[in-house]
């Protein structure tokens, strides 16, 4: 089906970059109440990176899903908000129903390192 959203990468890690924790994502809910998160705009994404400008900054953030990120950006517009704190981006800033994917930031100056995803584990186990 053309325009179909991307289904999401199915992985049980909780590393920078991959799932995004309900702890994390309660955080970062704080955190952008009280304006300690950054503007950024989703620019595209680059080698399986995804570009985002903040401020007077280019930066490529790896995550295990930029097609869905990609998507998002589509979808609900290029605006987003970054926590480097918590590794997070949101899009679009604010509000409550909205995708948030865990971001690995760059590291002196190069990029983030990229893990492998692993497999979810069953519920009780």
Not at 28 to 40: K, L, N, Q, V, Y
Not at 44 to 64: I, N, P, T
Request: net charge positive; charged share 25%; proline share 8%.
């Amino acid at each position: 089906m053309t325009g179909a959203e991307p289904r999401p990468v199915r992985c049980g890690s909780y590393r920078t970059g991959h799932a995004v924790h309900h702890i994390a994502a309660r955080m970062f809910a704080e955190d952008e109440a009280r304006g300690a998160t950054t503007a950024g705009l989703v620019l595209g994404v680059e080698d399986g990176f995804v570009v985002v400008a903040a401020g007077d900054r280019r930066l490529r953030l790896w995550s295990h899903d930029p097609d869905r990120v990609a998507s998002a950006a589509r979808r609900y517009g290029r605006d987003a908000t970054l926590s480097r704190r918590l590794s997070l981006l949101a899009l679009p800033p604010g509000g409550r129903c909205r995708p948030l994917f865990s971001v690995a930031f760059p590291r002196d100056g190069r990029d983030p390192p990229v893990t492998a995803c692993i497999a979810p584990r069953a519920c009780g186990r």
